[in-house]
């Protein structure tokens, strides 16, 4: 069974950069949207950036203009690139993988921005 894993998580300042990414343990197929979300604690999972089949991103209105999605077709990897963090940006980030019948998560990594 395909497996995603997510990296790049960790302490930071306010202010400050991480780049996290999400990788298949094996092949996926027909893939129709990958997406990031995040899950603080006592908080409800959102979902942070999406990103579709034919390239168009969708981002939540609390991280425009700070964070980009991008992916790699051929190895299905995702990555998040988040700039300018916030203490409120803490929380355990998840990858998902879509298709028209799956609908694949990851573990999470935590993203922890602290004074």
């Known amino acids: 069974q395909v497996q995603l894993v997510e990296s790049g998580g960790g302490l930071v300042q306010p202010g400050g950069s991480l780049r996290l990414s999400c990788a298949a343990s094996g092949s996926i197929f027909s893939i129709n949207a990958m997406g990031w979300y995040r899950q603080a604690p006592g908080k409800q999972r959102e979902l942070v950036a999406s990103?579709?089949?034919?390239?168009?991103?969708n981002y939540a209105d609390s991280v425009k203009d700070r964070f980009t999605i991008s992916r790699d077709n051929d190895k299905n990897t995702l990555h998040l690139q988040m700039n300018s963090l916030k203490p409120e940006d803490t929380a355990l980030y998840y990858c998902?993988?879509?298709?028209?019948?799956?609908?694949?998560w990851g573990q999470g990594t935590q993203v922890t921005v602290f004074s």
């Open positions: 998902r993988f879509e298709g028209r019948d799956y609908s694949i």
């Open positions: 990103i579709f089949i034919g390239g168009s991103t």
